[in-house]
């Protein structure tokens, strides 16, 4: 039997990008281990994945974003009006590394997603500075790569993609894993495989299957 979520929803989930980050309106709880660590009433869920190319700048213009992201109704009614800041809602928080997902074949690839240590860093200053822009006492947030179940209640439903802005990437700040992929796949580019080199290798003119009929039809062949 599922639990009820204790208390009456008006849901909102955000689902927002620093590079993918979610941002969805409803209601929001985080068990951990049978014990409910966070919750909100009304007002944005945040989804956060974090990537090795994220910066100050990235953070600083998502923070903006959440923050002023018009997807609430006004007093009258009317749609994507307001912003969580204009209706005084809260924002719960939620790091997510799997948001940088990168499929290969049907395996799932993290090797975009920033280092736990590092990401941790990132998250924590993103937290703060989402308190200083807006009420701190109105920003949630879950457990830092904690397993968690996470109870959203979806109004709409809506959810948001945001991307913070292309930046270049310094090579110095590539990780070696993501070197070793860039080389990896520069090689497949360069290095023909071996069924190309004998598709494309001259054939001799002993070679039965070089004959000017295509090879293995026996339609061209006549009876003795």
């Known amino acids: 039997m599922q639990e009820s979520l204790p208390?009456?929803?008006t849901p909102l989930i955000l689902q927002e990008l620093l590079q993918p980050n979610s941002i969805g309106r409803g209601l929001c709880v985080l068990p951990v281990g049978g014990e409910?660590?966070?919750?909100?009433?009304?007002?944005?869920?945040?989804?956060?994945?974090?990537?090795l190319e994220d910066t100050q700048r990235e953070l600083e213009?998502?923070?903006?974003?959440?923050l002023n992201l018009r997807v609430f109704e006004d007093e009258s009614g009317k749609h994507w009006s307001k912003s969580v800041m204009d209706k005084q809602y809260e924002v719960l928080c939620v790091s997510q590394f799997t948001l940088q997902c990168i499929l290969k074949g049907?395996?799932?690839?993290?090797?975009?997603?920033?280092?736990?240590?590092?990401?941790?860093?990132?998250?924590?200053?993103?937290?703060?500075q989402l308190r200083k822009a807006y009420k701190p006492e109105l920003i949630k947030d879950g457990k830092f790569g904690a397993y968690m179940q996470v109870h959203i209640q979806n109004d709409g439903p809506v959810t948001i993609e945001l991307e913070s802005p292309a930046a270049t990437v310094d090579p110095k700040q590539l990780t070696k894993l993501e070197k070793q992929q860039q080389r990896?796949?520069?090689?497949?580019t360069k290095?023909?495989?071996?069924?190309?080199?004998?598709?494309?290798?001259?054939?001799?003119?002993d070679d039965p299957s070089a004959s000017s009929g295509a090879e293995g039809d026996v339609s061209s062949e006549r009876e003795p």
Do not use: W
Not at 61 to 66: A, S
């Open 36 to 51: 409910q660590i966070s919750s909100i009433g009304r007002g944005l869920c945040v989804l956060l994945g974090i990537s």
């Open 106 to 128: 049907n395996k799932p690839d993290y090797h975009m997603a920033m280092p736990t240590e590092q990401a941790e860093s990132f998250y924590n200053n993103f937290l703060e």
């Open 184 to 188: 990896k796949e520069k090689t497949r």
């Open 61 to 66: 213009h998502m923070v903006r974003k959440i």
């Open 191 to 205: 290095v023909p495989s071996e069924s190309s080199r004998e598709r494309n290798a001259p054939r001799s003119k």
């Open 7 to 9: 208390f009456q929803p």
